[in-house]
């Protein structure tokens, strides 16, 4: 699986759509790395099921997390990093003990319309998430995005800092996609919503 850890200060969380953008531009810069101690286990990630877990820190823990080989980041108001893939018994021991469940954010604004130039990942109308949840959908949907997007868009893409908007789909934006056929996560049901739930998607710009 692939870890991803949000720097979740008590006194300045990240505002929802921040963290949620961060996750997704994380998890493809960790896919599209070179570091050669990561190519051979992103690669068979990549390749099987490709599940994350969104854990949360602050302060000490977070300089924790941040000793730990990974790539960290920022989105605005929000600080995500990402770790190569482990096994699912594997977590760092700096890592496994940090909180898992029950991350809440909330934009202090609503978050303007999405520029059309960008790549886009619509969340599922009418599904409750957390968004540590919303996190780990967005960011399987910009990988789903990726794999979708010719040689020529992906290098585009990765030249960008693989820039990208994350927004909840009006049940109108989500049907409208689908019928287009945009690469659609359907989630295996490990955590909060039913199996075969369809969670997110990615909207590459024509």
């Given at each position: ?15 929802r ?28 990630w ?29 989105q ?49 109308p ?49 049907d ?31």
């Amino acid at each position: 699986m692939l870890p991803l850890v949000v720097r979740l200060e008590r006194d300045a969380p990240p505002a929802r759509t921040d963290a949620l953008e961060a996750a997704a531009r994380a998890v493809l810069l960790m896919l599209t790395s070179d570091a050669p101690d990561w190519v051979d286990a992103v690669a068979e990630w990549d390749g099987y099921r490709i599940r994350k877990v969104v854990r949360r820190a602050r302060g000490s823990e977070w300089r924790r997390a941040g000793e730990l080989p990974g790539i960290t980041v920022n989105q605005a108001s929000a600080e995500v990093r990402v770790y190569p893939p482990i096994p699912l018994d594997g977590w760092p021991r700096e890592l496994a003990k940090l909180q898992v469940g029950g991350t809440e954010l909330e934009d202090p604004s609503p978050a303007p319309a999405a520029d059309p130039a960008l790549p886009l990942v619509l969340l599922a109308p009418g599904l409750e998430m957390t968004a540590g949840k919303a996190m780990a959908q967005a960011g399987h949907a910009a990988q789903l995005g990726y794999r979708s997007a010719s040689p020529a868009q992906r290098a585009a893409w990765q030249a960008s800092g693989f820039a990208l908007a994350v927004r909840d789909a009006s049940p109108a934006q989500w049907d409208s996609a689908v019928a287009a056929g945009a690469p659609v996560v359907q989630d295996a049901g490990f955590t909060e919503v039913a199996p075969g739930s369809y969670t997110a998607l990615a909207v590459l710009p024509s």
